[in-house]
Structures are given as C-alpha cells and as structure tokens.
C-alpha cells in the first residue's frame, strides 16, 4: 500500500515539474523586468550627462555617440553654480543631524526598554505620534516659529527639524531591540561593578550597532534628500542644499538636461557610495529586526 502512494506522488511531482519550470521561468522575467526598469534611469542619466545640448535636444533616448565631460567640467569649474559649495553644505547637515538622531535615538530608545517608570509608556506614545503626524502639515507654523526667532537662513538651521522628525523612529526602532537583549548581560555588568551610562554604552550600544547602522542609513537618505524644509528656511545661496542647487539648472524658458544628469550624478555618489559601503550592515539590521521582533 506505502509502495503504491509512493509511485503516485512521484507521478504526480512529474506532472507538476514542467508546470513550475514554466512559473519560474515567468517570475524570473517578471523580476528582470523590474530590475531592468530600475536600472534604466541610472543608465539614461548617465548616458544623457554625456550628450552635449544639441545632440541630447536631437535625439533624447539614442546613445551617446560622441561622449563629452564638457558638462561635468562646466557645472564644477562654474562658481556661479556653488555645487561644491552646496554638497559640502549637504554633507555637513547630513553627518550632524544623523549623528544625533542616533546617538539621542539609541539614548532614549534604551531608556524606554530599561527603566520602568510612570510616565514611561506615555513618552513612548508621545514620540510615536511624531511618526503619523505628516512633516509638511508643519511647514508654515516651523517657518513661522523659525522666523520669529531667528534661526532660519543658517548653516545650523536644517539640523533642528532633521533630528526631530528623525528621533520618533529612531527611538521606536532601538526601544524595540533593546526589549529583545536579554537583562542578565546588565545584571552581569552590575555585578561586575559596571555604572548605568558605562552598562549603555560599552555593552549595549555595540549589540545594537545593526539596528543603529540602518537608521543611519535611512535618515542619510532622507537628509541628503530633503527639499522643502531646506527651500523655505535657507535664502542665502552659499546656504544652499545639494536639492536647492539642482534647481538652478532649470530655467522658465528653457532647460539644460545634460547639465542637469551632470549634477544629479555628481551629487548622487557620496550617497550611492555609502549605500554600498554599508549594505551588508543595513541587511543585517533588517533581518536582526525581523527575527528578534
């Protein structure tokens, strides 16, 4: 009897083999296709910042025949476009403000895990909130207040509102993992004469390092990015963001697209670098996050 359901089942995988060669074979296309849909962007922006004007006016979607770095010479050798100027600006804001969202993140974060106190639950429903409340319904009353006070249109003016919309998942996110560390490694550390703010940062803070690593990441994105909040509090062109520079490149009449994927893809690299450099880290986080979740 266990012979003859043996032979039906492998009569039955043999009939379903050529039924699932042929799904994988359509998955496999599906996801070429989406690959190739994302990769085809980067591929047209670097082929069009190649192009001189004419040949990009031409013939828009062709390849670059006649490859020219006359555009990446001309948007970095100009200074009336300050792209160094605002890159560096970028990356100052962006290193600053991650730094911390981070380090306050992680502080707070491990608080809310740790310490039980009253109002222990309701600061944690408090930062949660910042979370569902959309930033740019803040727009108006942040320009209102900065203006007021005269914080806006200085090299430190971005950093207040990165880190404060930055912090709620931050918080979240640390709050989270550190639940999921075992509390006998601090009682251990007690025990071995260890203080509270040394048990945080010499041995908590280095487990966390996956799940701190991928909120650096996600708000280097997010700050590097960020384009309203830098338009309405920064006037001063020597201020400018890598995004308010961008848009010097467009006129009302007309435009200089090469110019323009020139200084997209100049301004693209130290992010997508990064992106690189540290995407075996992001992963890790993520999959720490899932599993110990």
Known sequence: MAEVKTAGKKKNKEKLGPARALLAVLLNAILILFSLSCIFPLFWMINSALKKKRDFNSDIIGIVKSPTLENFKNILGNANYHLGQSVWNSARTTILSVFFIVLFGFIVGYILARIKFK?????????????????????????????????????????????????????????????TIPTELEQAAAIDGCGFSKTMFSIIMPICRPIMVTIAIIQSFGCWNEFSFALILIKDQALQTVPLALTQFTGQFNSDYPKIMSAMLVTMAPIVILYFVFSKEIIKGMVAGAVKG
């Not at 930033?135 to 090299?155: D, E, M, R």
């Open 119 to 179: 109002l222990n639950r309701a600061i944690f429903a408090i930062f949660l909130m910042g979370m569902l409340i959309p930033q740019h319904s803040l727009l108006v009353p942040i320009y209102v207040v900065f203006k007021k006070f005269g914080l806006s249109n200085h090299w430190f003016t971005l950093l207040i509102p990165y880190i404060a919309f930055g912090l709620p998942i931050a918080i979240f996110l640390v709050e989270g993992f550190v639940r």
